[in-house]
Antibody, heavy 117, light 107 residues
Framework: QVQLVESGGGVVQPGGSLRLSCAAS????????MHWVRQAPGKGLEWVAF????????DYVDAVKGRFSISRDNSKNTLSLQMNSLRAEDTAVYYC???????????WGQGTLVTVS | DIQMTQSPSSMSASVGDRVIITCQAS??????LAWYQQKPGKAPKLMIY???ILQSGVPSRFSGSGSGTDFTLTISSLQPEDFATYYC?????????FGGGTKVEIK
């Protein structure tokens, strides 16, 4: 079965950096686009970043452009999110999500909490 | 960016009630719309995509309709396990955007 397991969350000071990882299993990773979606405490869902199945194309929400970078290693079935210049408003649970059909979020990881304080 | 507006933001309902949640897009999105269910402390779950197609395993009491800018999620007979927060999401263009959510609580 599809499994997505995030890691790398934690507490970081404003201006700091953090790298999130997502280990994927149970499906052919290099066939699927992937996303990061976040949810601030007690708030709604916000799409953060997208990467095409072969890594050739990426996109970001304006709030993180120039600070966050999404990448993937198809040889290791791993998705990453490099987060730099972190701000208090980046505090959220970050979910690794499989794109099952263009733009729909089918399988989700359990999430990893990032606290900027 | 396409703004997604859900209503109501919260509601109280009883088991067996028919529940209707609406979602309006700021511009036409054809039928590129999904609905998600989220329970506290859990990741969201895809319920409906392409506005009206039930994801595998989702009970038939859930249905979706609409096209263009106006969409609805209907739960025909609310069950105890349906108390949750529901989000709509447009999938037509980046940035992908969600509605603000509708929390369905027990009356």
């Amino acid at each position: 079965q599809v499994q997505l397991v995030e890691s790398g969350g934690g507490v970081v000071q404003p201006g700091g950096s953090l790298r999130l990882s997502c280990a994927a299993s149970g499906f052919t990773f290099n066939h699927y686009a992937m996303h990061w979606v976040r949810q601030a405490p007690g708030k709604g869902l916000e799409w953060v970043a997208f990467i095409r199945s072969d890594g050739s194309n990426t996109d970001y929400v304006d709030a993180v452009k120039g600070r966050f970078s999404i990448s993937r290693d198809n040889s290791k079935n791993t998705l990453s999110l490099q987060m730099n210049s972190l701000r208090a408003e980046d505090t959220a649970v970050y979910y690794c999500v499989q794109d099952s059909a263009p733009g729909y979020f089918d399988y989700w990881g359990q999430g990893t909490l990032v606290t900027v304080s | 960016d396409i703004q997604m507006t859900q209503s109501p933001s919260s509601m109280s309902a009883s088991v067996g009630d028919r529940v209707i949640i609406t979602c309006q897009a700021s511009q036409g999105i054809n039928n590129w719309l999904a609905w998600y269910q989220q329970k506290p402390g859990k990741a969201p779950k895809l319920m409906i995509y392409a506005a009206s197609i039930l994801q595998s395993g989702v009970p038939s009491r859930f249905s979706g309709s609409g096209s263009g800018t106006d969409f609805t999620l209907t739960i025909s007979s609310l069950q105890p396990e349906d108390f949750a927060t529901y989000y709509c999401q447009q999938a037509t263009s980046f940035p992908l955007t969600f509605g603000g959510g509708t929390k369905v609580e027990i009356k």
